[in-house]
């Protein structure tokens, strides 16, 4: 009789334990959620190439005349700053002999500057064509942006107890000035601590949005000194909308502008 009776009561406090754990709301999505990433990709995809079509820009490569040389792929690597030869690097280890590997020497030596020496009509061609037909290199992209932008600005907003929509706004940020100052731009680094130095972050006691906006509002600052970047809509008709309508978890449906064109991501 005792066992009996303790085999209940053991199973009526698992039963309590499970309603209490009932009421427990599942962490929110993060960017590390392939649908959040997807999403991300997509933001990005209408700044950087005015389409939500990311994986369409895979071959795209051109000058765009800011001062970094050739841009191309799915984030806008830069001939100039070193993280297109990054990419090409990657590529050849993968499949070594191909098409790209000839113009190595030329982008170490173009590095830290605009010039198309050594690479030109034949370069970019051959970049186009390698992304479309070679899923090697399309690979060496994904890599790429996660290795050098995505994990790192991922990592940091969550240790910054920041959400989805904060991750992609950090995400966002890494694409567009890199991860430290360089000459005429203002980096990530200190675009964050110009927003620690007014507002705090959840992992601090903050409030998520304040901290949010004074990060877009180090963002503006940045944005209007730099020579080749003066248009801010892709903060304050994109991601300042986002904030302002408390989609802090990115969740859809999410509509924007960027550069006067409107853009939408609807619920499924």
């Known amino acids: 009789m005792k066992s009996l009776f303790r085999a209940l009561l053991a199973l009526v406090l698992l039963m309590l334990a499970g309603c209490a754990g009932s009421d427990e709301k599942p962490a929110a999505a993060g960017l590390d959620d392939p649908a959040k990433k997807e999403i991300a990709m997509r933001l990005v995809s209408s700044a950087e190439n005015s389409s939500l079509d990311w994986k369409a820009q895979y071959k795209y490569i051109e000058d765009i005349g800011d001062g970094r040389g050739y841009t191309a792929g799915i984030i806008g690597f830069c001939s100039g700053t070193g993280d297109m030869l ?16 000839p113009f190595l020497p030329a982008l170490r030596a173009v590095r830290g500057s605009d010039s198309h020496e050594g690479l030109g009509r034949p370069f970019t061609d051959a970049w186009a064509r390698a992304a ?5 290199l399309r690979a060496a992209q994904d890599a790429e942006r996660d290795r050098a932008y995505f994990t790192p600005s991922v990592r940091q907003a969550e240790r910054d107890g920041l959400g989805a929509l904060g991750q992609f706004i950090y995400f966002d940020a890494y694409v567009m000035h890199g991860s430290g100052d360089t000459k005429g731009s203002v980096g990530f680094r200190t675009l964050r601590e110009k927003a620690l130095s007014t507002a705090k972050p959840p992992a601090r006691g903050g409030d998520e949005k304040a901290y949010l906006n004074a990060f877009l509002d180090a963002r503006v600052e940045a944005i209007r000194r730099e020579p080749s970047h003066t248009d801010t809509s892709r903060i304050e008709t994109a991601q ?8 802090l978890g990115l ?15 609807d619920a499924e």
């Open 86 to 101: 990054a990419v090409v690097e990657r590529y050849t280890k993968a499949r070594p002999g191909n098409a790209l590997a």
């Open 132 to 136: 479309v037909s070679d899923p090697a």
């Open 240 to 247: 300042r909308v986002f904030v302002r309508e408390d989609r």
């Open 251 to 265: 969740e859809p449906p999410l509509r924007w502008r960027v550069y006067g064109d409107s853009y939408r991501i």
